[in-house]
């Protein structure tokens, strides 16, 4: 876990899930985990600190997504869209939302109750890091904000891969190619973008970039 308002990595124990499968963290709100099995059809809501957890009912579809104010978002393809899980009353829905043409490396990431769609445009040997938010009320994504272009000029020529975590206005983004690896903070109220330090493993190997993970703010009365 990396917490940004003291600039420190921490290494905390998460507790078994109750499955043999191999499973992700995908989202987290409200002092809960939610974490999604490999084969993308079963969905875990967890609370590390007091290891309470549940399942919940199983999609068919492959998805990937972020949790806004008690209510899970996932990206979806064929046809493209999203579709959201209230954690409350147990309720599935399905929106057909077009990605924004021309980037790659889409993901989602939750703000303060905005829904965030990061991703990478590439042109010719350039690459820069786009910043879209969806506009709840036209269903449509707007583009809000671009890495500067002093940062994009070392992704150049470079075949570059990014995830991306988001939580309270802060999004995290890991940003690596086989000649770099890079971690970035970016805040939405502030628009200022900045490098985060290195993180070291407990057995001392140091790794700069992120596989999968969420944003998680802990909370010991939080019941999965």
């Known amino acids: ?82 579709l959201s899980y209230d954690t409350e009353n147990g309720i599935w829905k399905q929106f057909a939302i077009p990605g924004p043409p021309h980037l790659s490396d889409l993901t989602l990431a939750e703000c303060g109750g905005r829904i965030m769609l990061v991703g990478l445009l590439t042109k010719n040997a350039a690459t820069c890091v786009c910043i879209w938010e969806l506009q709840k009320m036209t269903l449509l994504w707007k583009e809000v904000d671009r890495m500067p272009n002093i940062w994009c000029l070392e992704f150049y020529g470079k075949h570059v891969r990014m995830t991306c975590l988001g939580n309270k206005g802060l999004l995290m983004l890991s940003l690596r190619s086989r000649q770099m690896n890079r971690l970035v903070t970016y805040d939405l109220s502030s628009r200022e973008w900045l490098r985060v330090p290195g993180c070291v493993l407990p057995r001392g190997r140091k790794r700069q970039w992120i596989a999968c993970g969420t944003a998680f703010h802990p909370c010991l009365t939080a019941l999965a």
């Open 1 to 82: 876990m990396y917490d940004p308002s003291l600039k420190k990595w921490h290494h905390p124990t998460v507790p078994a899930l109750p499955t043999k499968l191999i499973v992700l963290p995908v989202a987290s709100a409200g002092g809960l985990i939610c974490f999604l099995d490999i084969g993308h059809r079963s969905f875990y809501v967890c609370n590390p600190l007091t290891r309470s957890f549940r399942e919940l009912p199983a999609r068919s579809v492959k998805v990937s997504g972020r949790l806004c104010d008690g209510t899970l978002y996932f990206m979806r393809s064929d046809p493209d869209g999203l």
